[in-house]
């Protein structure tokens, strides 16, 4: 029974590039979750989907992220035009349900660097 | 400002010690979930409490809910080196966006044998 999986677990890219992070929830899951993680900082949420729906985007910067999940294949969050400051480790969540508790699993992130 | 205040933000103690770290809120939480992370891994889930006085127990950890949902804690007994890493406290605050975990900063819990 696969956990939440992302890929890649590290990824360089130069200002100015594209990145592509992936992130698989477990299996059964429908709802996904975005965080990110900065250097001494807790958890920041970013976005929350369901199968080809946004469902709260209020943590996500308004210019250059985008995110997606689609009716099939993984969840995209993608950054564009990257700067310095995207630099952080971004971790994905799924869970069953979001009624009652609301268990989150994460997977094992995505490290981000900027050169 | 932080939602959830977690202390102490470090701790280092020796093997056979027991700790507790807290999580505080002024804010009211629909339920609350501990997480455990080592480096370069993501959080791994140990624990949800959703009822106010609730009291659960994993082994030698011990975690309770505020009767008010406002603040919980983790309480270890005898702890061991196989203990250290990251305590998260995470809550879904109550009457706020679902879905949206609001995470405190975090206790780095050191043991040392």
């Known amino acids: 029974n696969a956990g939440v999986m992302q890929n890649p677990r590290h990824l360089v890219r130069r200002r100015g590039q594209e990145a592509r992070l992936r992130c698989s929830p477990m299996?059964?899951?429908?709802?996904v979750y975005w965080y990110r993680q900065l250097p001494e900082e807790g958890l920041k949420f970013m976005v929350y989907?369901?199968?080809?729906?946004?469902?709260?985007e209020s943590g996500m910067p308004k210019e250059r992220f985008s995110a997606e999940f689609p009716k099939e294949g993984p969840s995209i969050l993608r950054i564009q035009q990257v700067v310095r400051g995207d630099s952080a480790a971004y971790f994905c969540?799924?869970?069953?349900?979001?009624?009652?508790?609301?268990?989150?699993?994460f997977g094992p992130g995505t490290r981000l660097t900027v050169l | 400002t932080q939602l959830l205040e977690q202390s102490p933000q470090f701790l280092s103690i020796q093997e056979g010690e027991n700790l507790t770290v807290y999580c505080n809120s002024s804010?009211?939480?629909?339920?609350l979930q501990w997480y455990r992370q080592e480096p370069g891994e993501g959080p791994v889930l140990l624990v949800t409490?959703?009822?106010?006085?609730e009291v659960k127990k994993l082994k030698r950890l011990t975690f309770q809910f505020g009767d008010a949902r406002k603040d919980s804690s983790l309480h270890i007994t005898a702890a061991q080196p196989g203990d250290t890493g990251l305590y998260l406290c995470?809550?879904?605050?109550?009457?706020?966006?679902?879905?949206?975990?609001?995470f405190g900063k975090g206790t780095k819990l050191s043991v040392k044998p």
């Open positions: 969540a799924s869970s069953l349900t979001t009624s009652g508790n609301n268990e989150q699993f």
């Open positions: 299996k059964g899951h429908s709802h």
């Open positions: 989907l369901q199968k080809e729906n946004i469902i709260d």
């Open positions: 804010s009211v939480f629909s339920s």
């Open positions: 409490v959703v009822t106010g006085g």
């Open positions: 995470a809550g879904e605050k109550y009457g706020g966006s679902q879905g949206n975990l609001i």
